[in-house]
């Protein structure tokens, strides 16, 4: 029995047009939803998940028996309460959850696609979650979120669907890859592709892929996901149960064991090919390129209310690229929030708990919520 085959999926027939020019159809979107619909269909969120993450944003994932990866803010009683709120979480096109990725056999050959697999774009992604929205027969969304990655796809739904949701929050994001971010990911890929045993891409009929590499691109972008402050905190120079140096290239020091120890775990969960293309997707964002170089074209045909929130210590997603959105909203009198949350976290803050933008998130959902209640919406 393939591990995949008791999870939810949704199989698209219709095509799908992706950016790069190829055509796909009859394929599997994997997700997991979380409460309940009401009779209105008016209460659905859909979150978008991070690089790494996938349809299991809560409770225990029932293929790696580990917590969700969003289970400080989602659940019953939480910031997103699922007491209160249906919520929709899908695995994005070329992941390596259930959804349609690198790892899926292709029809045509008979064999997984592997590095075969079309190159897709965050716009790819959001298209192919919104037969989603589709299937459950959604006129309008209550919200749609996520952070990172997450908050990008947020940007994207807007832009590709003006009006499909009454409200938006983008968390720590950007509009746009960095020269430095794009530098962070290619990094990953080319320690991924130095490992011999990823074969060119073709390391799936082998016993072995190329975990080395893998390990090593996770350890290099969980040091972006974190902040100078909370590392030095945390580790500091502190050795690795010892009192002195080995004088070797051991793991003398408790950073250097920790990122060995997430470097590790990681590779049990994730694909490689997957990692490639989805730092491809990231990279190759551009929602301001697309609009002729001018952001607020992106939503001037929205009434969406926006949301945005940024961490004092992210330098990934710094608060300035996300002001930057901010700015293109107020330029266009659109309904934009932002708030800037003081977090020695790192990018990771909106994963954690971390008491003020959890608070802040959840006052933002049911205070919208209370109103378009109140308003009949």
Not at 222 to 241: C, M, N, T, V
Request: net charge negative; proline share 3%; hydrophobic share 35%.
């Amino acid at each position: 029995m393939n591990k995949f085959d008791n999870i939810k999926k949704l199989i698209v027939k219709d095509q799908l047009k992706l950016d790069c020019g190829q055509t796909i159809s009859n394929f599997p979107i994997a997700y997991e939803t979380y409460g309940k619909l009401n009779s209105k269909k008016s209460n659905a969120i859909l979150v978008f998940h991070a690089l790494t993450g996938d349809q299991f944003a809560t409770g225990i994932n029932p293929i790696t028996k580990k917590d969700g990866w969003w289970k400080y803010a989602l659940g019953p009683g939480k910031a997103i309460d699922t007491d209160k709120y249906f919520v929709i979480c899908a695995n994005v096109l070329g992941g390596c959850m259930g959804s349609f990725g690198p790892s899926n056999v292709n029809p045509t050959t008979g064999k997984t696609y592997e590095i075969d697999f079309p190159i897709i774009t965050i716009n790819d992604m959001v298209n192919a979650q919104y037969f989603l929205i589709k299937h459950f027969e959604i006129e309008k969304l209550f919200c749609v979120t996520g952070g990172s990655m997450g908050g990008m796809q947020v940007l994207q739904f807007v832009a590709n669907y003006p009006n499909l949701s009454q409200t938006a929050v983008p968390i720590a994001c950007t509009s746009n890859h960095s020269a430095q971010n794009i530098a962070l990911n290619e990094l990953g890929r080319q320690a991924i592709m130095a490992d011999a045993k990823w074969q060119n891409g073709k390391y799936e009929d082998s016993d072995s892929s190329p975990n080395k590499g893998l390990s090593v691109a996770r350890m290099a972008a969980h040091i972006s996901y974190l902040s100078k402050d909370a590392l030095q905190e945390k580790f500091g120079r502190k050795l690795q149960e010892r009192d002195d140096l080995k004088f070797s290239f051991d793991a003398d020091f408790q950073i250097e064991s920790y990122l060995r120890h997430q470097g590790s775990v990681f590779v049990d969960r994730f694909d490689a090919n997957s990692y490639l293309y989805i730092t491809r997707a990231m990279d190759y964002f551009d929602l301001n390129k697309k609009y002729e170089g001018n952001l607020s074209k992106a939503f001037k045909n929205s009434n969406t209310k926006f949301f945005i929130i940024s961490f004092t210590s992210d330098w990934l997603y710094p608060s300035s690229e996300n002001k930057e959105i901010v700015i293109a909203l107020n330029s266009i009198g659109a309904d934009v929030g932002y708030v800037e949350i003081e977090s020695d976290k790192g990018h990771d803050s909106f994963l954690l708990n971390v008491p003020d933008f959890l608070e802040t998130l959840r006052g933002f959902l049911n205070t919208s919520y209370e109103r378009l209640n109140e308003e009949g919406i």
